[in-house]
């Protein structure tokens, strides 16, 4: 199966909204993980668990909201200032 298709399917049946929040929610413990590391108290381990959430439910949205040429535009100017930044 494509990628870009279990995507669709999974927005198909848990619905757009309940993915949102599971995003919002995946986020969320994302930031917890890495508070959690910089405490002392985290690992590498549970950061990347959670960055392969996210990844996943980022990729979820840009399907519902129909934006890969955006987000891939955006990226690549957003190097560029980094880029910029740094030298």
């Not at 980022?58 to 955006?74: H, P, R, S, T």
């Amino acid at each position: 199966m494509d990628i870009t298709e279990l995507y669709k399917q999974s927005i198909k049946k848990f619905g757009r909204d309940k993915q949102l929040i599971i995003a919002i929610e995946e986020l969320s413990e994302l930031i917890k993980e890495i508070t959690k590391y910089l405490r002392g108290i985290g690992n590498k381990q549970n950061i990347s668990e959670e960055i392969a959430d996210c990844s996943i439910m980022i990729e979820e949205i840009i399907q519902m909201f129909n934006i890969n040429e955006e987000v891939k535009n955006w990226y690549k100017y957003k190097l560029i200032v980094l880029y910029n930044l740094i030298h």
